[in-house]
């Protein structure tokens, strides 16, 4: 961490610059910049943080985590969870198709340096997630979309597979009688996942995997794979990821809204519910459709927030692994 930035992220804590002071009069290695930092925040590592009720996902990455292993490998092996459970119909395996009936996915993957991989639009296999790691760990690109990536998907080791389960093909079949395409407010067994985890070496990386909006346009690409959107992770300050009506948070650039606000001195809480307030301030019809926000920042703290009731979030921090009702904005 450069010394400047290690001081703004002292003073974020309320110890302020004296503390950097200290530390540029002593050593100034990285690795000994972030003992401290981690001894100031006292930040009870690891944690694993996520979007809706899902506390098989957050108990894999935090058994990567309680084994050494970094924030990436949690977040990887935690979406997969859900991508591979085909009873969710938000993402992976089993997810509602769009309007000609094609499952397609799109995920991404963000880690403490900063860089980013994604896919988008892509059929067949069953791994966004992992794919999306490996665009960003092994091409020179940050997005693959559709055919091509699903190609380098293929090429790079992954099976192609159908992923229309007999029950989403049901209900894209009784969608189909009356073709009405409205999205509607997720409120009920969401699986659609955006997680954020911090190791313990303090470092903190994040991912985003859905199946997009059940019923959708051919070729649309919602906000989860979209760097600053869907997910955003920036090690010195923390990370935010969103769920529901990708359209709006994309219009907003919610994620990197959100990790901009903690810069500015904002709790992952406050800066949650500005994010949204954006969103309700632009839309009349904020009524319709559901935005929701979880934020986590390097001392441990989290927030979450969203338009409507019955968004929620799980959180294993210090052996507890529990689902949490969020804060909404629209009470009436
Ligand atoms: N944000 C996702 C999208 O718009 C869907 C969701 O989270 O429900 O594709």
Redesign the pocket.
Known sequence: MKRRKFIQNASLTGIGVAVGTSIVAGNSKVEKEKELVSSIFKVNTPIVLATWNVPESTQKAWEILENGKSAIDAIEQGCMVEEANEKGQ?VGKGGLPDRDGNVTL?ACIMNEEGNYGAVVYMQNIVHPISVARKVMEDTPHVILAGKGAEQFAVSVGFDRENLLTEASKKAWEEWKIKSDYKPII?IEN?D?IGMLAIDKNGDISGGCT?S??AYKMAGRV???PIIGS?LFIDNEIGGAT??????E?LKTVGSFLIVELMRQGKSPQEACEEAIQRIVDKNSDFKNFQVGYIALNKKGEIGAYSIHEHFSYTLYKENENKNYKSEFYNKS
């Not at 969103?242 to 359209?247: D, I, K, R």
Request: glycine content about 26%.
């Open positions: 938000s799109d997720n969401h659609t859905t997009g909006l919602g906000d989860s869907g969103a769920t529901g009506l990708g359209e948070v």
